[in-house]
C-alpha cells in the first residue's frame, strides 16, 4: 500500500471512530429522555401518567424536526438543505450524527419544562412553545458559548477579554439545565397551581404515584448522562477520563447528601443523584474529583432545601422540581466551574470565576424573559391549561381518551 492510500485508509479510520464515537454518545443521551418520562410518569398521579409518557416522546418528534430545520443552523451555521452527497461528504457525515448528538441536548428544554407543568397544561399549545423554544431561543444562546457567535464561550470573545477567560460550559450545566429551569419557571408560574394544592394559603400535599417508576426514571438519567458528559469530547480523541470519574464522583456527591439533608426521602435521594450530575457538566473537564464531590453535595443541599422553600413558602406548584433542580443548580454549576476549576483548588485552571458569573447570569436572563414573552402570548392567545372538569378526571383522560390503567375501569 503506497503513502497515500495508507493516509486515506487513516483519514476514513478516524472519521468512522469519531462518528461511532459521537453516535454512541448521542443514543446513551436518547436513551435519557425515557428517564425524563419515568422520572415525570413517577411524579404524578395515576390520572396524569399517559400524558407524561406522550409529552416526552411527542416533543422529542417536534424538537428534532425544529432543530434540524432551524436550530442547528442558528446554534452552527450548517444548513442540511443540499444533496445527500455533499451531507456526506469527505468525513462521512459527521455533522449529521454531531446535529443528532446536540439534538439529544436540545430536546431537553421541552422536557426538563414538561415536569414543572405536568397534570395541568394543555397539550398542543405546550407543543407549539417546545418548538419555538428548541427552535429558536435555545439554540440563540447555544450559539454564544458553542456555535458560531463568538461572544461568550469562545477564546477571543467579549468575554474573554474582559475577564480573562471565556464563559465555560463543557457539557451544559448552564446552556441546556439552567436554561431550561429557568425557561420552565415563567411557565409554572402563569400556569398556576393544581385544583387544590393550595387550599385558603395552606399547602396541601399531592403524593406521588409510583415510586419505582420514579426510581428507574433516576437510574436511566444517570446512566445516560455518562454519555452526555463524556461524549460532548466531540471526538474520540479528545475523551477525559477526568470527566468520566468528575461525573461519578458528583452524582455520589449529591446522593450522600440528599440522604442525609432529607433524612432518608427516597424522592429527594434520587433526584439528588442528578442534582449532582446537573451542577457538574459545565466544570466536569478541570475540576478534580473532590471538588466534584462538594460541587454535587452542594447541588443537592439546594435542591432539597429550595424546592421546601419554592412549594411551600413561596406557593409555586414545580410539580418535579424543575426550577431548582435543573435552574438553580445547573446555575451553581456554572459558578462552580470558576471557583473548583482554579488551579488553587486543584483544578487545571483556564477558568475565570467572572466569566462564570456573568455567563450564568446571560442564560437567566434569556430564559426568563423568552419564557415569560412565549407562555404569556400562548395564554393571551389559545390558553396553556386544561378546564377544571379537564383537570379533576385527568390529563390522561381529557386528553388522550385512555388512562394507565384500563383495566382497572371495567
Same mark, same amino acid.
Given at each position: 500500500?503506497?503513502?497515500?492510500? *495508507?493516509?486515506?485508509?487513516?483519514?476514513?479510520?478516524?472519521?468512522?471512530?469519531?462518528?461511532?464515537?459521537?453516535? %454512541?454518545?448521542?443514543?446513551?443521551?436518547?436513551?435519557?429522555?425515557?428517564?425524563?418520562?419515568? *422520572?415525570?410518569?413517577?411524579?404524578?398521579?395515576?390520572?396524569?401518567?399517559?400524558?407524561?409518557?406522550?409529552?416526552?416522546?411527542?416533543?422529542?418528534?417536534?424538537?428534532? +424536526?425544529?432543530?434540524?430545520?432551524?436550530?442547528?443552523?442558528?446554534?452552527?451555521?450548517?444548513?442540511?438543505?443540499?444533496?445527500? !452527497?455533499?451531507? %456526506? $461528504?469527505?468525513?462521512?457525515?459527521?455533522?449529521?450524527?454531531?446535529?443528532?448528538?446536540?439534538?439529544?441536548?436540545?430536546?431537553?428544554?421541552?422536557?426538563?419544562?414538561?415536569? $414543572?407543568?405536568?397534570?395541568?397544561?394543555r397539550f398542543w399549545p405546550q407543543?407549539?412553545?417546545?418548538?419555538?423554544?428548541?427552535?429558536? &431561543?435555545?439554540?440563540?444562546f447555544e450559539s454564544l458559548v =458553542?456555535?458560531?457567535?463568538?461572544?461568550?464561550?469562545?477564546?477571543?470573545? =467579549? %468575554?474573554?477579554?474582559?475577564?480573562?477567560?471565556?464563559?465555560?460550559?463543557?457539557?451544559?450545566?448552564?446552556?441546556?439545565?439552567?436554561?431550561?429551569?429557568?425557561?420552565?419557571?415563567?411557565?409554572?408560574?402563569?400556569?398556576?397551581?393544581?385544583?387544590?394544592?393550595?387550599?385558603?394559603?395552606?399547602?396541601?400535599?399531592?403524593?406521588?404515584?409510583?415510586?419505582?417508576?420514579?426510581?428507574?426514571?433516576? =437510574?436511566?438519567?444517570?446512566?445516560?448522562?455518562?454519555?452526555?458528559? #463524556?461524549?460532548?469530547?466531540?471526538?474520540?480523541?479528545?475523551?477525559?477520563?477526568?470527566?468520566?470519574?468528575?461525573?461519578?464522583?458528583?452524582? &455520589?456527591?449529591?446522593?450522600?447528601?440528599?440522604?442525609?439533608?432529607?433524612?432518608?426521602?427516597?424522592?429527594? +435521594?434520587?433526584? @439528588?443523584?442528578?442534582?449532582?450530575?446537573?451542577?457538574?457538566?459545565? $466544570?466536569?473537564?478541570?475540576?478534580?474529583?473532590?471538588?466534584? *464531590? &462538594?460541587?454535587? @453535595?452542594?447541588?443537592?443541599?439546594?435542591?432539597?432545601?429550595?424546592?421546601?422553600?419554592?412549594?411551600?413558602?413561596?406557593?409555586?406548584?414545580? #410539580?418535579?422540581?424543575?426550577?431548582? %433542580?435543573?435552574?438553580?443548580?445547573?446555575? =451553581?454549576?456554572?459558578?462552580?466551574?470558576?471557583?473548583?476549576?482554579?488551579?488553587?483548588?486543584? $483544578?487545571?485552571?483556564?477558568? !475565570?470565576?467572572?466569566?462564570?458569573?456573568? @455567563?450564568?447570569?446571560?442564560?437567566?436572563?434569556?430564559?426568563?424573559?423568552?419564557?415569560?414573552?412565549?407562555?404569556?402570548?400562548?395564554?393571551?392567545?389559545?390558553?396553556?391549561?386544561?378546564?377544571?372538569?379537564?383537570?379533576?378526571?385527568?390529563?390522561? *383522560?381529557?386528553?388522550?381518551?385512555?388512562?394507565?390503567?384500563?383495566?382497572?375501569?371495567?
Open positions: 500500500m503506497n503513502t497515500a492510500a *495508507l493516509s486515506d485508509s487513516l483519514r476514513q479510520m478516524i472519521n468512522s471512530s469519531n462518528i461511532l464515537f459521537l453516535l %454512541l454518545g448521542a443514543i446513551l443521551v436518547f436513551s435519557m429522555h425515557a428517564g425524563f418520562a419515568f *422520572l415525570e410518569l413517577g411524579s404524578v398521579r395515576k390520572k396524569s401518567q399517559v400524558n407524561a409518557l406522550v409529552k416526552i416522546i411527542s416533543d422529542w418528534g417536534v424538537s428534532t +424536526i425544529v432543530y434540524f430545520i432551524i436550530g442547528f443552523p442558528i446554534a452552527y451555521g450548517i444548513s442540511f438543505f443540499k444533496p445527500a !452527497s455533499e451531507l %456526506l $461528504g469527505v468525513d462521512q457525515g459527521f455533522n449529521l450524527v454531531h446535529y443528532f448528538f446536540l439534538l439529544t441536548f436540545a430536546a431537553c428544554i421541552p422536557a426538563i419544562i414538561s415536569g $414543572g407543568i405536568a397534570e395541568r397544561a407543543s407549539v412553545a417546545g418548538g419555538i423554544l428548541v427552535g429558536l &431561543v435555545y439554540p440563540f =458553542w456555535g458560531k457567535n463568538v461572544f461568550l464561550g469562545q477564546a477571543g470573545s =467579549w %468575554l474573554a477579554n474582559l475577564t480573562g477567560a471565556p464563559f465555560h460550559d463543557y457539557a451544559g450545566s448552564v446552556v441546556v439545565h439552567s436554561m431550561g429551569g429557568w425557561l420552565a419557571l415563567p411557565a409554572i408560574i402563569l400556569l398556576g397551581p393544581r385544583l387544590n394544592r393550595y387550599v385558603k394559603g395552606r399547602s396541601q400535599i399531592i403524593k406521588v404515584s409510583n415510586i419505582p417508576f420514579l426510581a428507574l426514571g433516576s =437510574w436511566m438519567l444517570c446512566i445516560g448522562w455518562f454519555g452526555f458528559n #463524556v461524549m460532548s469530547a466531540g471526538r474520540l480523541e479528545n475523551i477525559s477520563g477526568l470527566v468520566a470519574i468528575n461525573s461519578l464522583m458528583a452524582m &455520589v456527591g449529591g446522593i450522600v447528601t440528599a440522604l442525609i439533608v432529607s433524612k432518608n426521602d427516597v424522592t429527594f +435521594i434520587h433526584n @439528588g443523584a442528578l442534582a449532582g450530575l446537573i451542577a457538574i457538566c459545565a $466544570g466536569s473537564d478541570v475540576v478534580h474529583p473532590f471538588g466534584a *464531590l &462538594v460541587i454535587g @453535595g452542594v447541588a443537592a443541599f439546594i435542591f432539597v432545601k429550595l424546592f421546601q422553600i419554592e412549594t411551600e413558602r413561596m406557593k409555586i406548584d414545580d #410539580v418535579l422540581g424543575v426550577w431548582p %433542580l435543573h435552574g438553580v443548580a445547573g446555575s =451553581w454549576g456554572g459558578v462552580a466551574c470558576g471557583i473548583f476549576g482554579s488551579k488553587l483548588l486543584g $483544578g487545571l485552571g483556564g477558568v !475565570s470565576l467572572a466569566a462564570q458569573i456573568i @455567563g450564568t447570569l446571560a442564560a437567566i436572563v434569556v430564559a426568563v424573559i423568552s419564557g415569560w414573552l412565549v407562555y404569556s402570548v400562548l395564554r393571551l392567545s389559545v390558553g396553556i391549561r386544561l378546564t377544571e372538569h379537564e383537570e379533576m378526571i385527568g390529563a390522561d *383522560l381529557s386528553i388522550h381518551n385512555i388512562e394507565a390503567y384500563p383495566e382497572e375501569a371495567l
